[in-house]
């Protein structure tokens, strides 16, 4: 029997995403400021001190943005191992952009972050309005590209910014009922 984890918004084969909660800031704060991680997000990692981070966190918790949301990934023994989140939340054109961090290296490339990305895709086509998910990869990133392609997401262009070049992919609605959708997993929605 699965026991529900509080604050779960949808499970999938491997993880449970669920709401983001104060306890996520120092796992967060590790995996913003980590030189690695932050360049496959071709950014800069994190600079500022735990205490300013932990303040924008809380800050987040308690005035959530209405065009973003980030919840948890754990993995089925409640360990976080990354977050899930979508953005440029648009629901007059019914389209947000999707980003995913597996914090966690002994994690990754074992597809926990397809089956996050999977989830959160079949929850959101089935949940809400969104009709389009988008996303940008560094182009040279096989393995995200591998994740979201088993995802059900699709190339559709490329673009440079910053000095760095980026794949752009999408994925429809019509991912539910053009056959791909079974390969997103046997999770089950806890909304």
């Keep these: 029997m699965t026991s529900v984890v509080k604050g779960e918004v949808v499970r999938g084969a491997k993880v449970v995403?669920?709401?983001?909660?104060?306890?996520?800031?120092a796992a967060d704060y590790a995996w913003r400021s980590d030189a690695e991680m932050a360049r496959f997000d071709a950014a800069r990692p994190f600079s500022a001190s735990f205490?300013?981070?932990?303040?924008?966190?809380?800050?987040?918790?308690?005035?959530?943005s209405p065009s973003?949301?980030?919840?948890?990934?754990?993995?089925?023994?409640?360990?976080?191992i990354g977050n899930v989140m979508?953005?440029?939340i648009?629901?007059?054109?019914?389209?947000?952009?999707?980003g995913i961090t597996i914090g966690v290296r002994e994690y990754w490339g074992q597809g926990y972050g397809t089956d996050a990305v999977r989830t959160l895709v079949r929850h959101l086509f089935t949940r809400t309005a969104l009709r389009r998910l988008y996303l940008k990869t560094l182009d040279w990133n096989e393995r995200a590209r591998?994740?979201?392609e088993k995802a059900g997401f699709m190339v559709y262009g490329a673009t440079r910014r910053g000095g760095h070049d980026f794949a752009l992919m999408e994925v429809r609605r019509e991912w539910l009922t053009a056959g791909r959708e079974g390969v997103a997993g046997e999770g089950t929605d806890q909304a």
């Design 68 to 80: 973003r949301r980030t919840l948890a990934i754990e993995d089925h023994a409640g360990r976080h």
């Design 17 to 25: 995403l669920r709401e983001k909660r104060p306890s996520d800031a």
């Design 90 to 98: 648009d629901y007059a054109h019914g389209e947000a952009e999707l």
């Design 86 to 88: 979508y953005y440029n």
């Design 146 to 148: 591998r994740c979201f």
């Design 51 to 64: 205490d300013d981070f932990r303040a924008l966190h809380e800050e987040e918790l308690t005035y959530p």
